[in-house]
């Protein structure tokens, strides 16, 4: 089956700006989770979504946000770029569910990597 | 406040040696989830195995084994006869939550396979 999609691959925006990204994740997973990586910080949680509705954020300002529609695939949206928002956007899909029965891996997209000039 | 810290930063091993990536994490939570995940020069984060705190059956597969020891915090990962695909980044995750919706990633290790 396919994996997760995300788009677009590589993004250049100008300070200031604000820049979409979009995930769709696998089939039949109704959880969407991101997160950024860069050099200095590593790998940080963002938001997940899950039917539609956010259950987690992470520690990151408004200026970060996100939605997922009802067919499971979301954006997230970051609104006046600063240089520090360089970074590559992860994706992850998993199926959703919680506690020991419900656990399962997430599945990664390749990223969308954004440059803020 | 969960944690997870990976010591090296960078390892380099020759073709055919056994290499091991330490993992040392920090939760409160009784219940909780362990991954490995590997990043190549592509950027794609590849699931390679999850263990469960209540799980501290060791695994081999192939040419991978871990090593969860709850008593040291400890999830280490170990690659037999490494080759040099194996190079990547590696990184070991925590899910407090009891799923992988939400992992807290340590600062990973980059190997390097010299042929």
């Known amino acids: 089956k396919a994996g997760v999609t995300q788009t677009p691959r590589y993004l250049i925006k100008t300070r200031g700006q604000q820049v979409t990204l979009s995930c769709s994740p696998i089939?039949?997973?109704?959880?969407v989770s991101w997160y950024q990586q860069t050099p200095g910080q590593g790998l940080q949680f963002l938001f997940e979504?899950?039917?539609?509705?956010?259950?987690n954020k992470g520690n990151f300002p408004g200026r970060f946000s996100g939605r997922q529609f009802s067919n499971s695939r979301s954006e997230m949206n970051v609104s006046t770029l600063e240089l520090g928002d360089s970074a590559l956007y992860l994706c992850?899909?998993?199926?959703?569910?919680?506690?020991?029965?419900?656990?399962?891996?997430?599945?990664f997209g390749q990223g969308t990597r954004l440059t803020v000039v | 406040a969960q944690k997870v810290t990976q010591a090296q930063t960078e390892i380099s091993v020759v073709e055919k040696e056994d290499v091991t990536l330490d993992c040392v994490y920090e939760?409160?939570?009784?219940?909780?989830?362990l991954f490995w995940y590997k990043q190549p020069p592509s950027g794609e984060l590849v699931f390679l195995i999850r263990?469960?705190?209540?799980?501290?059956q060791n695994e081999i597969s192939g040419r991978y084994s871990w090593n969860f020891q709850k008593s040291t915090s400890s999830f280490n990962f170990t690659i037999t006869a490494s080759q040099v695909v194996d190079s990547a980044v590696y990184f070991c995750?925590?899910?407090?939550?009891?799923?992988?919706?939400?992992?807290?990633f340590g600062s990973g290790t980059q190997l390097t396979v010299l042929p």
């Open positions: 992850a899909s998993s199926l959703g569910g919680t506690g020991l029965r419900g656990s399962t891996e997430a599945f």
């Open positions: 089939s039949g997973h109704r959880s």
């Open positions: 979504y899950f039917s539609e509705t956010q259950r």
């Open positions: 939760t409160r939570d009784t219940t909780y989830y």
């Open positions: 263990r469960n705190s209540f799980d501290e």
């Open positions: 995750a925590l899910s407090e939550s009891g799923s992988a919706r939400q992992l807290t």
